[in-house]
């Protein structure tokens, strides 16, 4: 079976810090996609990164960046400098390759709140 | 500019009623999605189209309905079969292929009256 789970239902964090947010999976498949969604108040779901399963080195897309563990099926989302607006529910998914529904599977979310 | 629209943005149900909530995308995506989310459980996968006229159930199809006669167009019906509807519903698309970002609309919140 294919899960993610994500053990911390809430988090906070003061604004300019940094926060890790952690996310594990379990799939039987060697290659894959991880990716971070993020939803804020407005419920639109954002991109914030993705990463490939067979590059190890870690992907980074501004103030985000992952640490991805491959064998012990680990992938959690680091925000720097922490602002306001990350201020989210934070979901982490991941997708099988070969996969003949591109199906998404995604964690319970953990919610962020960035305090003045 | 390229999206994804859904609408209504919120929705009254009856009882015994079927609602229809329409999702639209011209990013020529060929897959769609719906989703529901409830409070603490993530996302959960309703339905989803990889091609016109061709459709699959997701985890929690019963109670739901879809059609995509059109590439652009996903409709999803909440059956009066749907016992418990109240949630909020999300369409994704994506280019077809596992590497490929699904791309979110801002969501439809449905209510039973």
């Known amino acids: 079976a294919q899960t993610v789970t994500q053990s911390q239902p809430e988090m906070s964090v003061q604004e300019a810090e940094t926060v890790t947010l952690s996310c594990t999976y379990d799939?039987?498949?060697?290659?894959?996609?991880l990716f971070w969604y993020k939803q804020p108040p407005s419920r639109q779901m954002i991109l914030v990164i993705r990463?490939?399963?067979?590059?190890?080195q870690n992907a980074t897309e501004n103030r985000f960046s992952v640490n991805f563990q491959k064998a012990a099926k680990s992938f959690s989302l680091k925000i720097s400098d922490s602002q306001l607006g990350d201020t989210a529910m934070y979901f982490c998914?991941?997708?099988?390759?070969?996969?003949?529904?591109?199906?998404?599977?995604f964690g319970t979310g953990t919610s962020l709140t960035v305090i003045p | 500019d390229g999206g994804i629209t859904q609408s209504p943005k919120y929705l009254f149900r009856k009882e015994g009623q079927n609602v229809t909530l329409s999702c639209e995308q011209n990013?020529?995506?060929?897959?769609m999605y719906w989703y529901r989310q409830d409070p603490g459980q993530g996302l959960r996968l309703i339905y989803y189209?990889?091609?016109?006229?061709?459709?699959q159930k997701g985890d929690i199809a019963e109670g739901y309905s879809v059609s995509r006669e059109k590439k652009e167009s996903f409709p999803l019906t909440v059956t009066s079969a749907q016992k418990n509807p109240t949630a909020f519903y999300l369409c994704?698309?994506?280019?077809?292929?596992?590497?490929?970002?699904?791309?979110f609309g801002a969501g439809t919140r449905l209510s039973v009256l």
């Open positions: 998914a991941f997708i099988t390759i070969p996969n003949t529904g591109n199906q998404f599977y």
């Open positions: 189209s990889q091609i016109v006229n061709d459709f």
């Open positions: 994704a698309s994506s280019i077809s292929g596992a590497k490929n970002i699904q791309y």
């Open positions: 799939t039987s498949e060697s290659n894959y996609y």
């Open positions: 990013l020529n995506h060929d897959a």
């Open positions: 990463q490939e399963a067979y590059k190890q």
